[in-house]
């Protein structure tokens, strides 16, 4: 499948930026992850994971563990564990019958930033380099499809406890984001709906 389906081309339709939408993938999409995305990842101590079972019917659940507990093995490899938890197991369970999964890392924090991988997943129970990742009950292995940056500009600075100031407030005129006058976006940014 393609980076964007009828649905994703409807809604940009409708906000006129599917030229938008089609420059930041020209310009941020990638199939494997670069030694920056593996420094960020390997340096997280928790992400999101997105999953869905056969139905389509998504979940999310929050993974964390200390810091080098995901890893990048290589640029189209992601892994990590699974630890002991509440005994559902609805992310393993779910990749069981659908392998498609996203991964959302964000840093929370002054300097916030976004990564999401999506891509597919197997769960390993006996991978012989598990003794390697403490705690591990299985090991989950991620090929990346399609790995981007997101706009960070909407994430709070949980550590200083300061709001975003990109948030929009009633009775504000919303701070437009420097990316937006980029040379390898402006063109493309279409008018802000007042």
Request: aromatic share 10%.
């Amino acid at each position: 499948m393609g980076f964007y389906h009828d649905g994703h081309r409807a809604v940009q339709d409708r906000f006129a930026s599917t030229a938008l939408a089609d420059r930041l993938e020209q310009v941020t999409h990638r199939t494997a992850l670069t030694a920056e995305d593996a420094d960020f990842v390997n340096g997280a101590s928790f992400f999101f994971l997105a999953t869905a079972d056969a139905g389509g019917r998504p979940d999310c659940s929050y993974k964390g563990g200390a810091v080098g507990f995901v890893r990048v093995m290589t640029p189209s490899l992601v892994v990590f564990p699974d630890y002991d938890g509440n005994g559902m197991f609805r992310s393993l369970g779910n990749i069981a019958v659908n392998p498609a999964v996203a991964l959302l890392f964000i840093a929370l924090s002054a300097a916030p930033k976004r990564l999401r991988i999506n891509g597919r997943a197997e769960v390993a129970f006996d991978d012989p380099s598990m003794p390697g990742f403490a705690g591990a009950q299985a090991l989950i292995k991620v090929t990346p499809e399609h790995v981007f940056p997101n706009c960070p500009r909407y994430i709070h600075d949980v550590a200083a406890g300061a709001p975003s100031p990109y948030s929009p407030r009633a009775g504000e005129t919303p701070v437009e984001p420097a990316w937006k006058g980029f040379d390898a976006f402006k063109d493309v940014v279409p008018p802000r709906k007042v």
